[in-house]
């Protein structure tokens, strides 16, 4: 393990191999680590994705990273950390990997309607531990996958981890504080215009419709015949 601060004096520690980084930061935050700690790891032996889903990564070609956030949201505010957080990560490959990010609710990232990066908020007691697995080398993908995800390299784009993750840490630092600070509304507009899904026709959690943005809590409102629906959280996909 090797630490170092980033640009925000925030702790980095380093990991050539870790089980997740989840398990490893909640674990420093459980033994007092501050906010804003980092943990990043070069492969993970069991990544985890959203709703109980693996992460599978190839050693080396992918940006992991846990972040310890110990925020001043009251409770039931700390889920738009995620939606806060995906903006965060789209405008950090935009500004610096030179790809076309765009958000999928609640919170994937996308290129070309195929998945670049994901993220898992979890929640520790008062902790949050704010999970960010972004493709960066993976330049062939299995037949299954193909259609699915993408990486930075197989859309021509910048393939440096460590300017990534400096854009990523700095950008999750300044949309958390705005969150804080001036509440969701500025996070909803920025989401909103880098949103692919509002006015598609989506089906999530049972609900089939049209896709109309997000309320003050970070639901999905989809249009439906009986009227608008509110989905706090789960899958969209797109149906024709
Ligand atoms: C998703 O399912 O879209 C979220 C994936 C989050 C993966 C990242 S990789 C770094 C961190 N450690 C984990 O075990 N998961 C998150």
């Known amino acids: 393990m090797t630490e170092s601060t980033s640009a925000v004096a925030s702790p980095i520690v380093r990991l050539p191999s870790v089980d997740s980084t989840q398990i490893y930061a909640a674990r420093l935050a459980a033994h007092g680590a501050p ?22 990564d190839a050693p080396g070609s992918s940006l ?6 110990r925020s001043s949201l009251p409770v039931a505010r700390l889920p738009l950390l995620s939606l806060a957080s995906a903006v965060a990560v789209a405008e950090a490959l935009i500004a610096v990997a030179g790809v076309d990010a765009r958000l999928k609710w609640p919170n994937d990232v996308q290129v070309r309607g195929r998945k670049i990066a994901g993220i898992l908020l979890e929640r520790r007691a008062d902790v949050i531990v704010l999970g960010i697995g972004v493709n960066v080398m993976q330049p062939d993908l299995v037949p299954e996958l193909d259609a699915v995800a993408t990486s930075i390299a197989r859309e021509g784009g910048d393939t440096d981890r460590e300017a990534l993750l400096s854009a990523v840490l700095d950008r999750v630092g300044q949309w958390r504080a705005r969150l804080e600070r001036e509440g969701f509304d500025p996070v909803r507009a920025r989401w909103t215009a880098l949103a692919t899904t509002p006015g598609r026709h989506v089906s999530a959690e049972g609900v089939t419709g049209v896709a109309r943005g997000l309320d003050s809590d970070g639901a999905l409102i989809i249009e439906t015949d009986a009227g ?3 989905v706090l959280a789960g899958d969209v996909v797109e149906v024709s």
């Open 64 to 69: 992991l990273l846990s972040v310890i956030l």
């Open 228 to 230: 608008a629906t509110h």
């Open 35 to 56: 906010d804003g700690t980092a943990v990043v790891a070069e492969t993970q032996t069991h990544g985890r994705g959203r709703r109980g889903r693996e992460w599978h």
